[in-house]
Nanobody, 115 residues
Framework: QVQLVESGGGLVQPGGSLKLSCAAS????????MGWYRQADGKERELVAD???????NYVDSVKGRFTISSNNAKTTVYLQMNSLKPEDTAVYYC?????????WGQGTQVTVSS
């Protein structure tokens, strides 16, 4: 059974930085992407960034130039470096692992950007 464990969320002032981590355990077969989604209060969950098994990354326009997604060589841990954070980045951030057969989700980690 694949499990995803996220860490790194918290409270940060506008302009600050946070780094999220998501570690996958279990047997992963035919991974397609790992990535981060977020859901703010009253809004739908949206893709923030993902990285394909081949290494190519994809970002939502609102975070381009501020966030960087990366992974370890084994593609079992994915990171999201978030710089120049804004209040509108406040949300619960979820890690997602997409395989050929199904998707897996983490439990979510809260990111709050506030002065």
């Amino acid at each position: 059974q694949v499990q995803l464990v996220e860490s790194g969320g918290g409270l940060v002032q506008p302009g600050g930085s946070l780094k999220l981590s998501c570690a996958a355990s279990g047997v992963i077969i035919n991974m397609k992407t790992m990535g981060w989604y977020r859901q703010a209060d009253g809004k739908e969950r949206e893709l923030v960034a993902d990285i394909a098994s081949g290494g190519s990354a994809n970002y939502v326009d609102s975070v381009k130039g501020r966030f960087t997604i990366s992974s370890n060589n084994a593609k079992t841990t994915v990171y999201l470096q978030m710089n120049s954070l804004k209040p509108e980045d406040t949300a619960v951030y979820y890690c997602k692992l997409e395989t050929l057969y199904r998707n897996y989700w983490g439990q979510g980690t809260q990111v709050t950007v506030s002065s």
